[in-house]
């Protein structure tokens, strides 16, 4: 097996030892996991029952502009068995899977094609119409005497901050909520959940006091 760090560092090992080792990289980007390197240099022959594992860590970036917002967020996560015994392969198979579904995460819904569409028409454009009706007061005395133009522009530019406010806080979460994360990490995302968690909450609660309490 194989692990990679982020920052290019790779140690190599041939049994579970390798994760305990001191010289493991602190922030573990892929773990790469095959029969095959040993068999052959042992055998110099490829074994007719062969596996490839490939578990990706990777985080996508804050503000991912190489990827489409509404595309699912890129992981590189795999697994390849060929044999000649089914019984191999599906045990193998079902080890992989076994132990995916046992530790997979809650958050797989937030990476999948089109969330950030169904929260931009769900979530961002109720916020975006709310701010517009919240700076009302402002745009009308300090705009609407001007032109009415001018204090339409005023609104279109307040709902647009608030898309683009929504398009940020959106990669934020996903950077902050990794699909596949590995625990020792020691990642600083665990720290930012908390600082998600008071953006979310003091919007909500600004929402809430607004319609309660106006």
Same mark, same amino acid.
């Given at each position: 097996?194989?692990?990679?760090?982020? *920052?290019?560092?790779?140690?190599?090992?041939?049994?579970?030892?390798?994760?305990?080792?001191?010289?493991?990289?602190?922030?573990?980007?892929?773990?790469?996991?095959?029969?095959?390197?040993?068999?052959?240099?042992?055998?110099?022959?490829?074994?007719?029952?062969?596996?490839?594992?490939?578990?990706?860590? $990777?985080?996508?970036?804050?503000? =991912?502009?190489?990827?489409?917002?509404?595309?699912?967020?890129?992981?590189? $996560?795999?697994?390849?068995?060929?044999? =000649? !015994?089914?019984?191999?392969?599906?045990?193998? *198979?079902?080890?992989?899977?076994?132990?995916?579904?046992?530790?997979?995460? !809650?958050?797989?819904?937030?990476?999948?094609?089109?969330?950030?569409?169904?929260?931009?028409?769900?979530?961002?454009?109720?916020?975006?119409?709310?701010?517009?009706?919240?700076?009302?007061?402002?745009?009308?005395?300090?705009?609407?005497?001007?032109?009415?133009?001018?204090?339409? *522009?005023?609104?279109?530019?307040?709902?647009?901050? *608030?898309?683009?406010?929504?398009?940020?806080?959106?990669?934020?979460?996903?950077?902050?909520?990794?699909?596949?994360?590995?625990?020792?990490?020691?990642?600083?995302?665990?720290?930012? !959940?908390?600082?998600?968690?008071?953006?979310?909450?003091?919007?909500?609660?600004?929402?809430?006091?607004?319609?309660?309490?106006?």
């Amino acid at each position: 097996m194989t692990i990679a760090g982020r *920052a290019g560092e790779s140690l190599y090992g041939e049994d579970v030892s390798v994760f305990s080792s001191p010289n493991k990289p602190d922030k573990v980007a892929s773990v790469y996991m095959t029969n095959t390197t040993a068999y052959q240099g042992f055998a110099n022959v490829k074994p007719f029952n062969a596996f490839e594992l490939n578990l990706d860590f $990777s985080k996508p970036p804050l503000m =991912d502009a190489a990827n489409p917002v509404s595309a699912p967020t890129k992981n590189v $996560s795999n697994l390849t068995v060929q044999g =000649d !015994r089914e019984s191999w392969v599906a045990a193998i *198979a079902d080890a992989v899977f076994g132990i995916a579904d046992k530790r997979k995460t !809650r958050r797989g819904w937030l990476h999948r094609a089109f969330a950030y569409d169904i929260g931009l028409w769900c979530f961002a454009f109720p916020f975006a119409f709310y701010l517009c009706w919240r700076t009302s007061p402002f745009i009308t005395a300090h705009f609407q005497p001007l032109h009415t133009f001018v204090a339409a *522009a005023g609104y279109m530019y307040v709902f647009v901050i *608030a898309v683009w406010a929504y398009r940020a806080l959106f990669g934020y979460t996903k950077w902050a909520f990794p699909t596949v994360e590995l625990s020792d990490n020691h990642d600083a995302s665990v720290q930012h !959940r908390a600082v998600w968690g008071a953006i979310i909450l003091a919007v909500v609660a600004n929402v809430l006091s607004a319609i309660f309490w106006h």
